[in-house]
Nanobody, 124 residues
Framework: QVTLVESGGGLAQAGGSLRLSCAAS????????MGWFRQAPGKEREFVAS????????YYSDPVKGRFTISRDNAKNTVYLQMNSLKFEDTAVYYC?????????????????WGQGTQVTVSS
C-alpha cells in the first residue's frame, strides 16, 4: 500500500509559478514511476507529466511542455511539479499517482495509487 499526499496548490496569477509536492509513504518509493494528472471542472481527468523510478526519464503532455517540470527526490519520498508561466486553463485539481514497474506512462489505468488532489487556481 502507498499513501500519497499532495500539497502546494493555491491561487496564482497568470504568468506566475507554483510548485506542487507529493509525499509518499508505504512501500518503496523508488520502485514506482510517478505521474501528475489534473481535472478541470466539467472535464475528464487528463495526463500532465510522468517520471520514471530513477528520475532519469520524464515526459509531458503537449499543453504543459516547456512550462512544467516534474522531478523526484527518492531520499525524501517526494515528487514535485514545478509549474511556470501559468495560464488560466491550468486551473484544475492536480493529482499525483504511483505506478508499479518503474517506467513512465500517460495512461491513468496504469497507476495503482492516487492522492486526494490539490486545487490550483490561476487568475487571468
Amino acid at each position: 500500500q502507498v499513501t500519497l499526499v499532495e500539497s502546494g496548490g493555491g491561487l496564482a496569477q497568470a504568468g506566475g509559478s507554483l510548485r506542487l509536492s507529493c509525499a509518499a509513504s508505504g512501500r518503496t518509493f523508488s520502485s514506482f514511476a510517478m505521474g501528475w494528472f489534473r481535472q478541470a471542472p466539467g472535464k475528464e481527468r487528463e495526463f500532465v507529466a510522468s517520471i520514471n523510478w530513477s528520475g532519469g526519464w520524464s515526459y509531458y503532455s503537449d499543453p504543459v511542455k516547456g512550462r512544467f517540470t516534474i522531478s523526484r527526490d527518492n531520499a525524501k519520498n517526494t515528487v514535485y511539479l514545478q509549474m511556470n508561466s501559468l495560464k488560466f486553463e491550468d486551473t484544475a485539481v492536480y493529482y499525483c499517482a504511483a505506478k508499479g514497474g518503474g517506467s513512465t506512462s500517460s495512461s491513468m489505468s496504469s497507476y495503482n495509487y492516487w492522492g486526494q488532489g490539490t486545487q490550483v487556481t490561476v487568475s487571468s
